[in-house]
């Protein structure tokens, strides 16, 4: 075991595993009271100076749930313009925001990404996030409140009000409206500021209208419609074109 910065960095091995993550590693958490398991996959050669990519899982998921092979064959492909990418766990339904048990945005942002950047010797400047469904939330929610080269949201879970949401989403009223992604862009449209912003939704996905209010405030931000409802499924078949997309914003960055 090694000790970083303050927390435990404990590396296991992924043989056997089944999924397409080649590493783990294990953060001992300040800020949410545990520990948690990340999934890595580190794409062959040198990591030094490479980018990193933070994709965020949907709720009742895991990290290795996402790490789907479909996924990190489409990253491995894009060969020295490859990211290390981290699988980050997010818990049950912890949405990647601080909250009364635990704070699981300050958690991904001062816990995990600083880890992953010491552990791959990483350039701290290139760093993208995106998610699936609670994840696609997470990543714009906490992009909100730092510097990212891109932000992915591939059928993010959002509401156009508190009264919408599932039980577990968000602790009350309150804690809804500090997380109120699209009240957040209508006040300024340039939220995101220089960081390429990626939408995608299905077609008959329940959060359909959120996401499309969502890419009207954002005025010119990347919006893509595919045919379908709620589905993982599209997110693998869409992994080369949009792994392409993370990678040409980490490169330009």
């Not at 001992?28 to 948690?36: A, M, N, T």
């Not at 714009?140 to 891109?150: G, K, V, W």
């Not at 804690?175 to 992604?181: G, L, M, T, Y």
């Given at each position: 075991m090694r000790r970083l910065a303050g927390f435990a960095l404990v590396l296991i091995a992924c043989a056997g595993c089944g999924t397409g993550a080649n590493e783990h590693f294990t953060i001992?958490?300040?800020?949410?009271?545990?520990?948690?398991e990340q999934a890595v996959f580190v794409p062959s050669g040198d990591t030094h100076g490479r980018p990193l990519l933070v994709l965020l899982h949907g709720r009742s998921s895991s990290p290795d749930s996402m790490a789907k092979k479909s996924i990190t064959?489409?990253?491995?492909?894009?060969?020295?313009?490859?990211?290390?990418?981290?699988?980050?766990?997010?818990?049950?339904?912890?949405?990647?925001?601080?909250?009364?048990?635990?704070?699981?945005?300050?958690?991904?942002?001062?816990?995990?990404?600083?880890?992953?950047?010491?552990?791959?010797?990483?350039?701290?400047?290139?760093i993208a996030i995106g998610g699936f469904s609670m994840g696609g939330f997470g990543a714009?929610?906490?992009?909100?409140?730092?510097?990212?080269?891109?932000v992915g949201a591939h059928s993010a879970a959002m509401w156009r009000t508190g009264g919408e949401t599932p039980q577990g989403a968000f602790d009350d009223a309150e804690?809804?409206?500090?997380?109120?992604?699209i009240e957040a862009a209508t006040a300024n449209p340039r939220l995101y500021g220089s960081a390429r912003v990626w939408i995608d939704i299905g077609t008959n996905?329940?959060?359909?209208?959120?996401?499309?209010?969502?890419?009207?405030?954002?005025?010119?931000?990347?919006?893509?419609?595919?045919?379908?409802?709620?589905?993982?499924?599209?997110?693998?078949?869409?992994?080369?074109?949009?792994?392409?997309?993370?990678?040409?914003?980490?490169?330009?960055?």
């Open positions: 001992q958490s300040r800020l949410v009271g545990h520990s948690l064959n489409a990253i491995g492909k894009l060969g020295s313009r490859a990211p290390v990418v981290v699988f980050a766990n997010g818990g049950n339904q912890s949405y990647y925001h601080d909250r009364a048990d635990g704070r699981w945005g300050s958690y991904i942002m001062r816990e995990v990404i600083p880890a992953a950047v010491r552990k791959y010797d990483l350039d701290k400047r290139r714009l929610d906490l992009a909100r409140f730092r510097r990212f080269c891109a804690d809804f409206e500090q997380n109120d992604i996905d329940p959060f359909r209208n959120a996401n499309e209010e969502l890419a009207r405030r954002l005025a010119g931000e990347s919006f893509h419609l595919w045919r379908g409802d709620h589905d993982f499924s599209h997110f693998e078949r869409d992994a080369p074109k949009v792994m392409r997309f993370y990678a040409d914003a980490l490169e330009r960055c």
